[in-house]
């Protein structure tokens, strides 16, 4: 029984390690790249959530449309709050605090259009899987959390591929180091912008489907879950693509194991604790160069 | 580009505000229809002219409950137009004053004083949050105004001690601790079950009250508690909790958990094989069957309802809630129609919108035919609704099933 | 627009917009002063306000010993959290103190048996009166005028502008974070005290990271460096809800759009640097004169002019 039900917990922190980094990797992608976050990630996340469950409703969309649909409606929405929250100040200001303010009002704002027009009854999204989950032995395992998993994973490496192989990805880390410069070089810096935020959109859109699947369609999934992402991009080495996926996992994996050995009610004194003396012992992260700091 | 942009803001923030207007399902107060018609130079006597009748309500509609918030604003909309529709109240049109909370106890306090104090209601309905409840219930006995609600928790009414009445406050619903016992014992007295585990969502208010009232039940009848196990309405993931409850070899699992909880901890136990009884609270009657992962994971569910879910009365409420929110009612919905029938029932016993004689009249109120009950009955002593029907719903394979009324031996004595 | 409706409007200035406030007042110096940004600052407040409601509730204590115990925990918990933070990069700071924040409702979730959890602690007494809490409003921020007049306030904004610099110049920078965040915990703090004696009733759900994001919205909506423009931005955001209370649906709405349209097309913020103080009244009181004067005496003021 002990082996198995220790297996059952790692798996259990790995799926939420999992969801997390699903989260993760979009907030991480805007904060390597333009080294602030954007706490519409979450606006951006519920709104494209419900709009994938439209697609599962009017089309009868499976599992991949659905993806697609939500990562779609994400970027398109996030290119919106690009435009609305961002745009004029990278232009005129410093301030990083700013675009924290400008974000999170953002953010709030997608939220409450979707309570608007969604609130009165929970939803969910039809079953996708024929067989959602599979069992050997005592232990199950979530397809949908592997999913996860692995599509974050590839999204990630397809990320980094692209960052550093095209021309496109010079441009991002060109961006990323001095956009002044970069734009005297004659690449279109708001383009450049544009397209980080659409993929980051799109991410979110992922994230929002996967973690309607795991629970179910409120509007307030987007607050309640991304703070966690904004935690784990920061820990995983402020705007490390690969950082962010290792911190996520690491994150699953110490919350279960503090549920277990303080209760689940205390577990986040514990995480706390953890988060802290990491910080101290690592204070570069996990991905452990420091990022360039915007004053 | 910095004109354009203006353009494009200024146009995106227009859209998104025409796009909030043009929801179709705002539960808005609708006015009533036109209290003075100017009256005609005819014959006939001129109607009189007629004060609305003012009921208010706090719920939450934009905050962490709007969902459930809403359901319940929809319920009093559907009922006061009902009412309006047959001629109003004591021959008075009714008009709704809905003001949204966030969940916010001191916001829900300033909104307590505006309906006292600006808006003249004759009386207020309340939401399905205890924490409103709570805070509300010193300002409703201050300022002398009934505040009706669907508070879970006992304290609004009786004290924190349970031992004192608040006299403006009153609930339209059996309380979370009635709801736990009654939940609770079907597995022990009807299926012989014996050994409980327990999961409850800690930060969740109406659930804490429910599992304690569970707790204290099965001390005194003798059910073993075999893991009592906390959980937080943001997890996705109860793999720690639900395998020591496995493994602690509970017979039935009392889970005192939100609707949201509710669904993870199914899909999970599914997937886990774990093929124990559960049982609960309202929280697993319509949508969560359709809301879990695959039918057959509901299964094995038995929870009380304070109304029978297929009742033919119930068909043309919900007809019409449909017809104007485009979504099924859930029973908050339904229990949130009958506070409006039970107040206008209360109004008509008070024969005014005086504020104490409707109190009076609430505190003594009994034979009110609404949609729960032929008979809705308050308690003086409580100012909790007396003998209210428990039917115990089964769900298999996602199916509800009325297993019929249902009073806990325990209750009885 | 009814005097009632006037005099519950005011009655909800003072008692819901006014003591959160003061909760923020700790975010002005923290943000505002100092730049440092904190995710947690509302979990401040809820300490304060569980200090001040357990001792008046259990132990029957008067205000006048709740009062400075709720500040004493503030600035105990402050220090303990400024401790490592101030020690760390300053993206950590609001790593920690959201950390903090969660930790804490769940101690409290916890401990339900004492701090109620998420039923909540009910029948706290109630102390204050509407004067005392614009008086002690009105106290707090003439305190922060004074600080952000001094040498010290003046090493925070030192800080706030170039940290290096700062240090360069022999500013002890840890020591005077530090400072700072303990005093943002005390004040935070007071704020919590003054709302659970007002509102008689506290839950661990009441004090999450929205809270705190709400408040540093308020700081930069007003002008960063400006304290009367953050008090006059949180009254005017504190109020814009209430306001556009006719219409549920869309106030939030309207709150964001406003938000969002200050922060673009003025990022210092409405007040910007400036103080409202005794010099820039009068200038404004000299502008608008001059503005009456040309609009009712227009020949006048071109004769005035042209002499």
Same mark, same amino acid.
Request: aromatic residues 10%; charged residues 15%; positive net charge.
């Given at each position: 029984?002990?082996?198995?039900?220790?297996?059952?917990?790692?798996?259990?922190?790995?799926?939420?390690?999992?969801?997390?980094?699903?989260?993760?990797?979009?907030?991480?992608?805007?904060?390597?790249?333009?080294?602030?976050?954007?706490?519409?990630?979450?606006?951006?996340?519920?709104?494209?959530?419900?709009?994938?469950?439209?697609?599962?409703?009017?089309?009868?969309?499976? $599992?991949?449309?659905?993806?697609?649909?939500?990562?779609?409606?994400?970027?398109?929405?996030?290119?919106?709050?690009?435009?609305?929250?961002?745009?004029?100040?990278?232009?005129?200001?410093?301030?990083?605090?700013?675009?924290?303010?400008?974000?999170?009002?953002?953010?709030?704002?997608?939220?409450?259009?979707?309570?608007?027009?969604?609130?009165?009854?929970?939803?969910?999204?039809?079953?996708?899987?024929?067989?959602?989950?599979?069992?050997?032995?005592?232990?199950?395992?979530?397809?949908?959390?592997?999913?996860?998993?692995?599509?974050?994973?590839?999204?990630?490496?397809?990320?980094?591929?692209?960052?550093?192989?095209?021309?496109?990805?010079?441009?991002?880390?060109?961006?990323?180091?001095?956009?002044?410069?970069?734009?005297?070089?004659?690449?279109?810096?708001?383009?450049?912008?544009?397209?980080?935020?659409?993929?980051?959109?799109?991410?979110?859109?992922?994230?929002?489907?996967?973690?309607?699947?795991?629970?179910? &369609?409120?509007?307030?999934?987007?607050?309640?879950?991304?703070?966690?992402?904004?935690?784990?991009?920061?820990?995983?080495?402020?705007?490390?693509?690969?950082?962010?996926?290792?911190?996520?996992?690491?994150?699953?994996?110490?919350?279960?194991?503090?549920?277990?050995? $303080?209760?689940?009610?205390?577990?986040?004194?514990?995480?706390?604790?953890?988060? $802290?003396?990491? &910080?101290?012992?690592?204070?570069?992260?996990?991905?452990?160069?420091?990022?360039?700091?915007?004053? | 580009?910095?004109?354009?942009?203006?353009?494009?803001?200024?146009?995106?923030?227009?859209?998104?505000?025409?796009?909030?207007?043009?929801?179709?399902?705002?539960?808005?107060?609708?006015?009533?229809?036109?209290?003075?018609?100017?009256?005609?130079?005819?014959?006939?006597?001129?109607?009189?002219?007629?004060?609305?009748?003012?009921?208010?309500?706090?719920?939450?509609?934009?905050?962490?409950?709007?969902?459930?918030?809403?359901?319940?604003?929809?319920?009093?909309?559907?009922?006061?137009?009902?009412?309006?529709?047959?001629?109003?109240?004591?021959?008075?049109?009714?008009?709704?004053?809905?003001?949204?909370?966030?969940?916010?106890?001191?916001?829900?306090?300033?909104?307590?004083?505006?309906?006292?104090?600006?808006?003249?209601?004759?009386?207020?309905?309340?939401?399905?949050?205890?924490?409103?409840?709570?805070?509300?219930?010193?300002?409703?006995?201050?300022?002398?105004?009934?505040?009706?609600?669907?508070?879970?928790?006992?304290?609004?009414?009786?004290?924190?001690?349970?031992?004192?009445?608040?006299?403006?406050?009153?609930?339209?619903?059996?309380?979370?601790?009635?709801?736990?016992?009654?939940?609770?014992?079907?597995?022990?007295?009807?299926?012989?079950?014996?050994?409980?585990?327990?999961?409850?969502?800690?930060?969740?208010?109406?659930?804490?009250?429910?599992?304690?009232?569970?707790?204290?039940?099965?001390?005194?009848?003798?059910?073993?508690?075999?893991?009592?196990?906390?959980?937080?309405?943001?997890?996705?993931?109860?793999?720690?909790?639900?395998?020591?409850?496995?493994?602690?070899?509970?017979?039935?699992?009392?889970?005192?958990?939100?609707?949201?909880?509710?669904?993870?901890?199914?899909?999970?136990?599914?997937?886990?094989?774990?093929?124990?009884?559960?049982?609960?609270?309202?929280?697993?009657?319509?949508?969560?069957?359709?809301?879990?992962?695959?039918?057959?994971?509901?299964?094995?569910?038995?929870?009380?309802?304070?109304?029978?879910?297929?009742?033919?009365?119930?068909?043309?409420?919900?007809?019409?809630?449909?017809?104007?929110?485009?979504?099924?009612?859930?029973?908050?919905?339904?229990?949130?129609?009958?506070?409006?029938?039970?107040?206008?029932?209360?109004?008509?016993?008070?024969?005014?919108?005086?504020?104490?004689?409707?109190?009076?009249?609430?505190?003594?109120?009994?034979?009110?035919?609404?949609?729960?009950?032929?008979?809705?009955?308050?308690?003086?002593?409580?100012?909790?609704?007396?003998?209210?029907?428990?039917?115990?719903?089964?769900?298999?394979?996602?199916?509800?099933?009325?297993?019929?009324?249902?009073?806990?031996?325990?209750?009885?004595? | 627009?009814?005097?009632?409706?006037?005099?519950?409007?005011?009655?909800?200035?003072?008692?819901?917009?006014?003591?959160?406030?003061?909760?923020?007042?700790?975010?002005?110096?923290?943000?505002?002063?100092?730049?440092?940004?904190?995710?947690?600052?509302?979990?401040?407040?809820?300490?304060?306000?569980?200090?001040?409601?357990?001792?008046?509730?259990?132990?029957?204590?008067?205000?006048?010993?709740?009062?400075?115990?709720?500040?004493?925990?503030?600035?105990?918990?402050?220090?303990?959290?400024?401790?490592?933070?101030?020690?760390?990069?300053?993206?950590?700071?609001?790593?920690?103190?959201?950390?903090?924040?969660?930790?804490?409702?769940?101690?409290?979730?916890?401990?339900?048996?004492?701090?109620?959890?998420?039923?909540?602690?009910?029948?706290?007494?109630?102390?204050?009166?509407?004067?005392?809490?614009?008086?002690?409003?009105?106290?707090?921020?003439?305190?922060?005028?004074?600080?952000?007049?001094?040498?010290?306030?003046?090493?925070?904004?030192?800080?706030?502008?170039?940290?290096?610099?700062?240090?360069?110049?022999?500013?002890?920078?840890?020591?005077?974070?530090?400072?700072?965040?303990?005093?943002?915990?005390?004040?935070?703090?007071?704020?919590?005290?003054?709302?659970?004696?007002?509102?008689?009733?506290?839950?661990?759900?009441?004090?999450?990271?929205?809270?705190?994001?709400?408040?540093?919205?308020?700081?930069?909506?007003?002008?960063?460096?400006?304290?009367?423009?953050?008090?006059?931005?949180?009254?005017?955001?504190?109020?814009?809800?209430?306001?556009?209370?006719?219409?549920?649906?869309?106030?939030?709405?309207?709150?964001?759009?406003?938000?969002?349209?200050?922060?673009?097309?003025?990022?210092?913020?409405?007040?910007?640097?400036?103080?409202?103080?005794?010099?820039?009244?009068?200038?404004?009181?000299?502008?608008?004169?001059?503005?009456?004067?040309?609009?009712?005496?227009?020949?006048?003021?071109?004769?005035?002019?042209?002499?």
């Amino acid at each position: 029984m002990n082996f198995s039900y220790y297996l059952q917990l790692l798996i259990g922190g790995v799926s939420n390690g999992a969801m997390y980094a699903i989260i993760a990797v979009g907030w991480a992608l805007i904060f390597s790249i333009l080294k602030f976050s954007n706490f519409a990630h979450g606006g951006t996340m519920v709104c494209s959530a419900y709009l994938g469950l439209l697609a599962t409703r009017i089309i009868g969309a499976n $599992l991949w449309l659905t993806l697609a649909v939500a990562a779609l409606c994400g970027g398109l929405i996030n290119i919106l709050v690009e435009l609305i929250s961002f745009h004029r100040l990278r232009k005129s200001s410093k301030q990083v605090l700013l675009f924290f303010v400008s974000s999170i009002t953002m953010g709030m704002l997608l939220q409450n259009l979707v309570t608007l027009r969604f609130s009165g009854l929970f939803y969910s999204y039809p079953n996708f899987f024929k067989q959602r989950f599979f069992r050997i032995g005592n232990i199950s395992f979530d397809i949908s959390n592997f999913m996860m998993l692995a599509i974050a994973a590839v999204i990630l490496g397809i990320l980094i591929l692209v960052l550093q192989k095209t021309r496109f990805g010079m441009a991002v880390r060109a961006l990323s180091v001095d956009p002044r410069t970069t734009s005297l070089m004659g690449v279109n810096v708001d383009l450049v912008v544009l397209a980080t935020f659409f993929i980051a959109g799109a991410l979110a859109g992922v994230a929002g489907v996967f973690v309607g699947i795991r629970t179910i &369609l409120s509007p307030q999934i987007g607050s309640m879950y991304t703070v966690k992402g904004f935690m784990v991009a920061v820990i995983g080495g402020l705007g490390s693509l690969n950082g962010a996926l290792f911190a996520s996992l690491i994150l699953g994996l110490v919350e279960t194991a503090f549920s277990v050995i $303080l209760g689940t009610s205390l577990a986040p004194v514990g995480t706390f604790f953890f988060v $802290l003396i990491f &910080l101290f012992l690592r204070p570069q992260g996990l991905a452990g160069v420091f990022a360039m700091e915007k004053a | 580009m910095k004109k354009l942009l203006v353009a494009v803001l200024t146009l995106v923030l227009a859209v998104s505000l025409v796009a909030a207007c043009g929801q179709p399902a705002k539960p808005t107060p609708t006015p009533p229809p036109a209290p003075t018609k100017p009256a005609e130079p005819t014959a006939q006597p001129t109607p009189e002219v007629k004060e609305p009748i003012i009921i208010g309500g706090i719920t939450d509609l934009t905050g962490n409950g709007s969902v459930l918030g809403t359901a319940v604003a929809r319920g009093w909309e559907l009922a006061v137009n009902d009412i309006n529709a047959k001629g109003g109240i004591l021959g008075r049109p009714v008009k709704l004053i809905v003001y949204d909370c966030r969940s916010d106890p001191q916001e829900a306090i300033s909104l307590f004083k505006r309906l006292a104090d600006v808006d003249k209601a004759a009386i207020v309905v309340g939401p399905p949050f205890s924490n409103v409840g709570l805070a509300v219930a010193p300002v409703a006995d201050e300022k002398g105004l009934v505040f009706f609600g669907q508070f879970g928790d006992p304290r609004c009414m009786l004290g924190e001690k349970l031992d004192s009445l608040h006299p403006y406050m009153f609930l339209v619903q059996p309380s979370a601790i009635q709801t736990g016992i009654i939940g609770g014992a079907y597995p022990f007295e009807k299926l012989g079950l014996k050994k409980a585990a327990v999961l409850v969502a800690e930060d969740h208010a109406y659930c804490v009250t429910q599992a304690n009232a569970f707790l204290d039940y099965a001390k005194k009848v003798g059910i073993e508690i075999t893991t009592f196990q906390k959980c937080k309405i943001a997890d996705t993931d109860l793999t720690v909790q639900l395998t020591a409850i496995k493994n602690s070899g509970a017979e039935f699992l009392f889970n005192a958990c939100n609707t949201q909880l509710l669904v993870v901890a199914t899909n999970q136990m599914y997937q886990m094989g774990m093929d124990i009884v559960q049982c609960g609270s309202l929280d697993f009657s319509y949508p969560f069957a359709t809301l879990v992962s695959d039918p057959k994971a509901a299964s094995r569910i038995y929870f009380p309802v304070n109304l029978d879910m297929e009742a033919p009365h119930l068909a043309d409420v919900t007809a019409a809630y449909i017809a104007a929110y485009n979504e099924k009612p859930t029973p908050k919905s339904w229990i949130a129609y009958d506070t409006i029938l039970v107040t206008k029932a209360a109004i008509e016993k008070a024969g005014s919108d005086n504020r104490a004689a409707i109190r009076d009249a609430l505190e003594n109120i009994s034979g009110v035919k609404c949609l729960i009950t032929d008979d809705f009955r308050i308690d003086p002593k409580t100012h909790m609704p007396l003998g209210l029907g428990m039917y115990i719903y089964n769900i298999e394979n996602g199916v509800y099933t009325n297993l019929g009324y249902y009073v806990p031996e325990y209750l009885k004595q | 627009m009814s005097a009632t409706y006037l005099s519950y409007l005011y009655s909800f200035l003072i008692d819901n917009v006014l003591i959160l406030m003061i909760g923020m007042l700790g975010v002005y110096v923290l943000t505002g002063l100092t730049g440092m940004f904190s995710m947690g600052q509302a979990a401040f407040m809820a300490v304060g306000g569980y200090a001040a409601a357990m001792l008046s509730k259990y132990l029957h204590m008067p205000l006048l010993v709740t009062m400075p115990a709720a500040v004493l925990t503030g600035t105990l918990f402050g220090f303990l959290i400024g401790l490592p933070a101030v020690k760390l990069r300053r993206d950590y700071v609001a790593i920690v103190s959201l950390g903090f924040s969660e930790a804490l409702v769940a101690f409290l979730n916890n401990t339900a048996s004492i701090t109620g959890g998420a039923l909540g602690l009910t029948a706290v007494p109630k102390y204050t009166t509407r004067p005392m809490i614009i008086v002690i409003f009105v106290l707090m921020i003439l305190f922060i005028w004074n600080l952000k007049n001094s040498r010290f306030g003046r090493e925070c904004i030192a800080i706030k502008s170039d940290e290096l610099a700062a240090a360069s110049m022999g500013i002890d920078v840890a020591r005077v974070k530090l400072l700072v965040f303990t005093l943002a915990g005390a004040i935070s703090a007071l704020g919590g005290c003054l709302y659970v004696h007002t509102t008689t009733y506290l839950d661990s759900a009441a004090f999450g990271w929205t809270q705190s994001s709400m408040w540093i919205v308020m700081v930069f909506f007003g002008g960063v460096n400006s304290l009367t423009g953050s008090v006059f931005a949180g009254i005017v955001l504190g109020l814009i809800p209430e306001i556009f209370r006719f219409s549920d649906a869309l106030r939030i709405v309207i709150y964001c759009i406003t938000v969002l349209f200050i922060v673009n097309f003025r990022p210092q913020g409405l007040f910007g640097e400036t103080e409202l103080d005794r010099k820039t009244i009068k200038r404004i009181a000299l502008a608008v004169g001059r503005f009456f004067k040309r609009v009712f005496a227009p020949s006048q003021a071109q004769e005035a002019e042209q002499g």
